[in-house]
């Protein structure tokens, strides 16, 4: 698929995205969450039975991969695509945040259950001490995400930041390589590269925080919740929204929308639902 054929098929995934119901995006946000949550789990244990954080890194994507073939949604996700509709004028602002507040919502969810399921599975419901050796690397790595910035202070919390933003330029771009193939083994592929990247070199993604360090918190991390929410999770957030919106959303469209069919890129006509959008062609 050529740069400008991709922009449009991005741009009608937006629509399509922003014409679910709010009970289809906490669905698909809360699977998605969950399983981000698996392969986080996954690639942790490899890297504490290995002893190399390579492998776990490159272990890592199992999860994403998944989520692309589904057509489950992240919010980190549609931090990158969204842009594009809006900037098309095939979404209006309008419909927007409430598409991703309820992505948000359901990651959340999906994160929370999977972290107290994970929990009960690792320490006998909570009567045992975990032998793996998974729940301690859970422990240092939510700390050092949350009380390691604090202690850093200002310095802590730019870092972070940066560290967020990074991350979602590369996991959005995951999202528009996937795109870009119309073959199951090239959109695994296309999305494993960047995101092996982006775990490998330890940066912030929010929706991975979103399990790691409240199950950390359950299996004893001495983190409070105001520490996970002001020093992780808030900062974190904004950051993938930058990461996501400038330098992939909002580059990428720039880039290449001139290459784009003229009808992707111009406003719509036809007229505009209740939830501020026009309805766009399926990509089936």
């Known amino acids: 698929m050529k740069p400008g054929e991709l922009i449009t098929a991005l741009i009608d995934s937006a629509t399509q995205k922003t014409a679910l119901r709010p009970r289809d995006l906490i669905i698909r946000g809360a699977l ?56 098309a004028g095939r979404v209006k602002p309008s419909a927007v945040l409430p598409n991703w507040s309820w992505i948000f919502v359901g990651n959340l969810f999906g994160s929370l259950v999977f972290g107290m399921l994970l929990a009960v599975a690792l320490t006998t419901a909570m009567h045992a001490p975990d032998k793996t050796g998974l729940a301690n690397k859970m422990i240092l ?35 528009v390589l996937a795109m870009g193939s119309r073959s199951t083994v090239g959109k695994i592929v296309a999305a494993w590269l960047p995101i ?57 469209y720039l880039a290449h929308a001139k290459t784009a069919p003229a009808d992707a890129a111009a406003p719509a006509t036809a007229p505009v639902h209740e939830n501020g959008l026009v309805p766009a062609p399926s990509l089936a």
């Open 141 to 175: 790595a939510a700390t050092a995400k949350t009380v390691g910035y604090e202690h850093a202070g200002a310095a802590g919390m730019f870092t972070v930041f940066v560290k967020a933003i990074l991350c979602n330029w590369l996991v959005c771009l995951g999202v």
């Open 196 to 252: 092996t990247i982006f775990y490998a070199l330890g940066f912030e993604h929010a929706v991975v925080n979103m399990f790691l360090i409240p199950t950390a918190m359950l299996l004893g991390a001495k983190i409070s919740f105001a520490q996970w929410l002001l020093w992780n999770q808030i900062p974190v957030t904004i950051g993938n929204l930058v990461g996501g919106y400038l330098f992939t959303g909002g580059a990428l």
């Open 32 to 87: 998605a969450g969950a399983l981000l949550g698996v392969s986080s789990a996954f690639a942790t244990y490899a890297t504490v039975q290995t002893g190399l954080p390579i492998v776990g890194a490159v272990l890592f994507p199992v999860g994403f991969a998944i989520i692309v073939l589904l057509g489950l949604e992240l919010v980190t996700g549609a931090f990158g695509i969204l842009p594009m509709g809006l900037h």
